[in-house]
């Protein structure tokens, strides 16, 4: 295996038992149940801050599986929800992915305890070859579960819909291995109109060189594959609700997000995946063609960032390592409604503990003087600990990942391209 094997295994156990669900299970075969074609699955999120629910809303089929072919019933993570599929007999697990959502960042706002709102997500699994049970369920801030949904699924089952080729212009801008090598990234326009195109290019090749400038990603570079594609919007810009300012852009994405005025995202999730069509992909970037500063990150969802800015090469990959390696934010303002991380729960994201199970964080790094104990982090000043006093994952004018961040993102794409269990 690769050089870093060995301190896997060290850690793998710990850290699976807390954040991956409760224990190691032995390997499933990918072939066995699985064909090398995409299910793409979309759902609502929806609710307030008391109650939540799913309901799934389409099943599509697409192009090759770009996902693992190892590793395949525990997340390495355990994230703040997780979607399994099960033979529907003996409930085995057959394969298992763990996320985040802009749904349940919301519902710890003030906003949720008056109003109720759906989002849109989408997941991405391999195509089973035989039916199986979905099972999607969502976590709150505490661990515990806050909403589930149980459904089967027939891989033969002829409401599925297949995707075609959208036909748009698309550039391969980093990297050439085959999708079941590399970690694939797509990266998808938003405010870029018809005379935007050369462009969006530039900006798509400057965000792929962008993010191989940082280490780890610049020695692990020809581990992953990044393509562009271009769909054009009606305006050029994108929504800035404070100034009043209203785009008609491609994915409706805008700025005031839980009314943050940086904070930058879009919820037509639907759209974004429309866009990228048969493309392989696990990761998606969304460049928004502004030179306001913004940004947003979520744990396998997506990353999106202003593409004008001068911070833009610290922004982007900052939010890529939420999105990509489940990094909480470093920093620390103490302005939330709801804590995200409350004192009785050991958060998930391998960058900060609450010391609730810090054996399971970077407890042996501490040991060796590669990382220290810092209090502040995840928008609380206290009683949540970092491992560095300046990172990526804190502030812009780090130049560099911490080297607990670094392990996170080296595990991470190790995990992502294993072609056999560990």
Same mark, same amino acid.
């Given at each position: ?317 900052? /939010?890529? =390592?939420? *999105? ?6 470093? $920093?620390?303002?103490?302005?939330? %409604?709801? +804590? ?26 501490? /040991?060796? =003087?590669? *990382? ?6 995840? $928008?609380?000043?206290?009683?949540? %600990?970092? +491992? ?35």
């Amino acid at each position: 295996m690769k050089r870093f094997l060995t301190t896997f295994l060290f850690w793998l156990l710990p850290f699976s038992a807390v954040f991956a669900g409760g224990h190691v299970s032995g390997g499933t075969s990918f072939s066995t149940h699985f064909q090398d074609s995409t299910l793409r699955l979309d759902y609502v999120f929806c609710g307030d801050a008391s109650h939540q629910a799913i309901y799934l809303r389409q099943v599509f089929r697409t192009s090759v599986w770009a996902g693992r072919h190892a590793q395949l019933t525990e997340p390495l993570l355990r994230g703040n929800g997780q979607i399994r599929l099960l033979d529907p007999s003996s409930g085995v697990c057959l394969y298992a992915a763990s996320f985040s959502s802009l749904f349940q960042e919301w519902v710890t706002t003030e906003e949720a305890t008056r109003v109720q709102k759906a989002f849109e997500n989408s997941f991405q699994l391999p195509f089973p070859k035989h039916p199986v049970t979905v099972e999607i369920t969502l976590r709150d801030t505490h661990g515990k579960v806050s909403a589930s949904l149980r459904h089967p699924l027939n891989p033969a089952d002829i409401l599925i819909r297949p995707l075609a080729d959208n036909r748009l212009p698309m550039k391969v801008v980093h990297g050439d291995a085959a999708p079941e090598d590399a970690v694939d990234i797509v990266i998808v326009p938003e405010g870029y109109a018809k005379a935007d195109e050369a462009k969006f290019w530039a900006d798509a090749s400057r965000a792929a060189e962008a993010l191989f400038s940082h280490e780890p990603f610049k020695g692990r570079a020809a581990q992953f594959v990044v393509r562009a594609v271009f769909a054009e919007s009606a305006e050029s810009g994108v929504s800035i609700p404070h100034k009043g300012m209203w785009r008609q852009t491609l994915l409706s994405s805008h700025f005031d997000t839980f009314y943050t005025e940086r904070y930058l995202t879009t919820s037509s999730v639907w759209d974004v995946w429309n866009k990228i069509g048969t493309l392989p992909f696990e990761h998606v970037m969304v460049l928004v063609n502004t030179p306001v500063y913004g940004g947003g990150g979520i744990y396998n969802s997506l990353t999106i960032s202003s593409s004008d800015h001068p911070a833009f090469i610290p922004v982007l990959v900052h /939010e890529f =390592g939420h *999105a990509f390696a489940g990094l909480a934010d470093e $920093y620390y303002y103490d302005d939330q %409604f709801e +804590p995200q991380y409350p004192a009785d729960a050991e958060p998930w994201e391998p960058n900060i503990t609450t010391l609730v199970n810090f054996g399971a964080k970077w407890a042996d790094m501490l /040991e060796t =003087g590669e *990382a220290g104990m810092f209090e502040g982090g995840g $928008y609380q000043s206290k009683g949540v %600990f970092r +491992p560095a006093a300046d990172c990526r994952m804190k502030t812009n004018e780090c130049a560099r990942f911490c080297p607990v961040c670094t392990r996170a993102i080296e595990r991470m794409v190790d995990f992502s391209i294993a072609r056999q269990d560990f």
